[in-house]
């Protein structure tokens, strides 16, 4: 997508809002007419604009098999711009909401039939589809998912049944770093030819890419849900060289290189602009990336450097653009 991209909305029935954990509401959506709604397959996500106009995106949790509804689960967000606040106390059954068609960035290959989900908090929204789906096609999962305490943990019933037993695996840390799960032993080796699905807080995701350096980058995929931690307090402008036209630009603090070079009319492909996808991948050719992307292995990033979220460590860079 780039810059100019709206997506198309419908109009869609709220038919539930309801709290499912402490700061977690389950929306439902329905078509107005009763009619199906358009399909989707498990890791993808619906667009909505929210009461307050702000667009948001949120992964499906219900049951790809299912035409007539679309399930999500929003977080309260205590920072940004109270995108899911306002839709959490502000949707009421009954009320249309526009949402756009679903997409996946995140999709299970269909050949695998294997898989790890690692989730963290509310990023287990995805994670849910995929258990339903994966169930259903007779295939193998594992699930970690991680968690604060037993009242802000979405889901924990169903996941809690004697079905999943074996196979789930539910942590709470209580806030304590002491307390995390340790992941390593987990993912030590690869299993089977599993496919990893990690989603949650940026430090989870972080800390997963780095534990599994060694298996095959086609093998790993995450989805960040927030753009919230994409610019941190410490983050200082710096500029951005690009080598096909020598221009220089300056990328100020809040504000990622993408978004600049859009406004100096560059068309920027990109995708999940979250730096999970891939698409807007470029190459580095001099200066040091400050990489705060989920997509590139560690011998990777002295030459290349994700543009939707990454910035430099170096007073300038130079890309290949
Ligand atoms: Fe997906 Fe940059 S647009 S990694």
Same mark, same amino acid.
Do not use: M, W
């Given at each position: 997508m780039t810059a100019t991209d709206q997506p198309q909305m419908m109009?869609?029935?709220?038919?539930?809002?309801?709290?499912?954990?402490?700061?977690?509401?389950?929306?439902?959506?329905?078509?107005?007419?009763?009619?199906?709604?358009?399909?989707?397959?498990?890791?993808?996500h619906i667009t909505i604009r929210v009461p307050n106009g702000l667009l948001r995106k949120y992964s499906l949790c219900?049951?790809? %098999? $299912? #035409?007539?509804?679309?399930?999500?689960?929003?977080?309260?967000?205590?920072t940004g711009r109270g995108g899911s606040s306002t839709l959490i106390d502000r949707a009421k059954p009954g009320d249309e909401l526009y949402v756009a068609a679903p997409v996946n960035d995140f999709a299970l290959p269909?050949?695998?039939?294997?898989?790890l989900?690692?989730?963290?908090?509310?990023?287990?929204?995805p994670i849910m589809a995929m258990i339903r789906q994966v169930q259903k096609e007779g295939k193998r999962f594992r699930l970690y998912y991680v968690t604060r305490s037993p009242e802000t943990t979405a889901?924990?019933?169903?996941?809690?049944?004697?079905?999943?037993?074996?196979k789930v695996v539910i942590h709470h840390d209580h806030g304590d770093p002491a307390r995390s799960?340790?992941?390593?032993?987990?993912? %030590? $080796? #690869?299993?089977?030819?599993e496919h990893l699905y990690c989603c949650g807080p940026r430090p989870l995701m972080e800390a997963v890419r780095d534990m599994t350096d060694h298996w095959s980058s086609t093998a790993v995929h995450f989805e960040a849900f927030s753009e919230a931690d994409i610019h941190k307090a410490t983050d200082r402008p710096f500029k951005v060289r690009l080598a096909r036209s020598g221009k220089v630009v300056e990328v100020p603090a809040d504000k990622t290189i993408m978004e600049v070079l859009r406004e100096h009319s560059l068309d920027v492909p990109s995708s999940c602009e979250t730096g999970t996808c891939g698409t807007c991948r470029t190459k580095l050719l001099a200066g040091q990336a400050d990489h705060r992307d989920l997509v590139l292995a560690a011998h990777e990033r002295a030459d290349n450097i994700m543009i939707c979220v990454s910035r430099a460590k170096t007073d300038?860079?130079?890309i290949d653009r």
């Open positions: 109009p869609l029935r709220v038919t539930r809002n309801d709290q499912i954990a402490d700061g977690i509401h389950l929306l439902e959506f329905r078509d107005t007419g009763g009619n199906p709604l358009p399909q989707f397959s498990a890791g993808a219900n049951d790809p %098999a $299912e #035409r007539d509804r679309y399930q999500v689960a929003v977080k309260r967000e205590v269909q050949r695998a039939q294997d898989f989900f690692i989730a963290g908090g509310i990023g287990v929204t889901f924990i019933d169903e996941l809690s049944k004697p079905e999943y037993k074996d799960l340790d992941l390593k032993p987990v993912l %030590a $080796e #690869r299993k089977n030819r300038e860079i130079t």
